[in-house]
């Protein structure tokens, strides 16, 4: 909690600061970058720093922790919180380097802000700052207690690839194994994902996260955890260049993964992390569920839908999956397979470029008024671009269904924070 002092000062610093935090954030990476080479070469996302999405999503973050503060002081924002930890416990993320991060973050403020950065506000900023900092040390530390790793090298594990299966042009699977078979495999929960490392051509260890589409075995399923089988799955899309904006590059790690990986190799794999989760009461209970996915957005759904299939979830079921057409469908037999093992699971799969037959109201973007009435009390669980999460939600909102109920998964930084 800040001081009331310190709330004061945020409180009317709040526009200035809020105005230069993308300038503010553009020049800590700059600042971080040319001090620590390694940062950029091996933990963070080129592609996203290429394409400014990370500065927004930092500015984002910051700025919706502040507002927090000051508007709710009572309070801390434990679903921000979580989500920024998982990915950071995903990568590694030490408690040291949250050290680092201050020194130049503090350093591009002041050169943004100049004179206007005085003592006063200086602590008060700082005083949001390690708030926001050591409730994620917290939460790290956890994580990392739950897999029984430390943060850094401990982090990567080594599994290979035992077999590769190409589910649409741009989509392969990857099964893989622990090397060290001898050592228990972690269980995950269902819509969680892991980190994969990998070392490029010009020996940067890139990595990126991608959501466990598979390998839940049986016997851990009642648990709501994957521990029945030592196989996991990560189904992965080939992200070409000009994603989102013109001139993105394309995914450096995704475009290896495709063109280089193949039955036999390695990779470095973090342990499970991951908050969009189903809730402990939805696997086998009577709660109606609503699961929402675009494009690759489907791979977290995938691994619920088995969950809950494998649980004999009983409660109603309605799986919503927007996609360019049939073809472009990355596991489309899985996603039909195990609605259809569900008692009252129903699907709609909307295609922009459907085949022949399809029915016109499941044609275009997904809409909601294509679907039957939600049933009370509805639990919604979303991925997919923002745009297709946003419009969801808001259809989800209009039809009764509460805010609180509806949790989503970002592939990447988290702009919703920096745009909502």
């Known amino acids: 909690m800040l001081s009331e ?172 194994r622990p090397v060290d078979g001898a050592q228990a495999v972690p269980g995950f929960r269902a819509g969680q994902y892991v980190s994969v490392q990998v070392e490029l051509a010009d020996g940067a260890r890139q990595i990126r996260q991608y959501s466990l589409s598979g390998g839940i075995g049986a016997a851990g399923m009642a648990a709501g955890s994957g521990s029945g089988s030592p196989i996991r ?22 475009n290896h993964l495709h063109a280089r990986v193949r039955e036999g190799d390695v990779l470095r794999v973090s342990p499970p992390y991951g908050d969009l989760v189903l809730h402990e009461t939805d696997a086998d209970a009577g709660v109606p569920l609503l699961l929402a996915s675009a494009g690759i957005g489907v791979t977290p759904m995938i691994a619920m839908l088995e969950q809950l299939a494998t649980a004999g979830h009983r409660g109603p079921v309605t799986v919503v999956h927007a996609d360019r057409s049939p073809a472009d469908h990355a596991l489309r037999a899985d996603h039909e397979a195990y609605t259809g093992k569900l008692p009252d699971g129903t699907a709609y799969f909307f295609y922009e470029r459907p085949a022949a037959g399809h ?52 592939f990447g930084p988290d702009l919703w924070l920096a745009q909502g």
């Open 359 to 410: 029915p016109s109201e499941l044609t275009g973007f997904a809409d909601l008024a294509a679907l039957p009435a939600v049933a009370p009390g509805t639990r919604a669980y979303l991925c997919g671009p923002l745009p297709f999460m946003r419009t969801v939600r808001s259809q989800l909102i209009a039809r009764g269904v509460a805010a609180s109920d509806i949790h989503y998964e970002v």
């Open 5 to 176: 002092q310190s709330a004061a000062t945020v409180r009317a610093t709040l526009p200035v600061v809020g105005a230069a935090i993308g300038e503010i954030t553009e020049r800590f990476y700059a600042r971080l970058f040319e001090a620590h080479p390694e940062l950029l070469r091996d933990l963070f996302n080129r592609g996203n720093q290429a394409a400014g999405t990370q500065r927004q999503a930092l500015a984002g973050s910051i700025a919706a922790f502040a507002v927090h503060l000051v508007e709710h002081p009572d309070e801390r924002p434990d679903v921000m919180l979580n989500r920024i930890a998982h990915k950071h416990a995903s990568l590694g993320v030490a408690p040291d380097q949250y050290g680092t991060v201050h020194r130049h973050l503090f350093a591009a403020i002041v050169e943004v802000l100049g004179d206007a950065v005085t003592p006063e506000v200086a602590a008060a900023w700082d005083d949001v700052y390690w708030l926001m900092a050591n409730a994620l040390i917290a939460i790290e530390a956890r994580l990392y207690a739950e897999q029984g790793v430390t943060a850094g090298a401990d982090t990567w594990r080594e599994w290979e690839v035992v077999e590769r299966v190409e589910e649409t042009d741009d989509v392969a699977t990857f099964r893989l």
């Open 233 to 254: 799955q990560i189904s992965v899309k080939r992200v070409p260049g000009g994603v989102g904006a013109p001139g993105t590059p394309e995914g450096e790690v995704s």
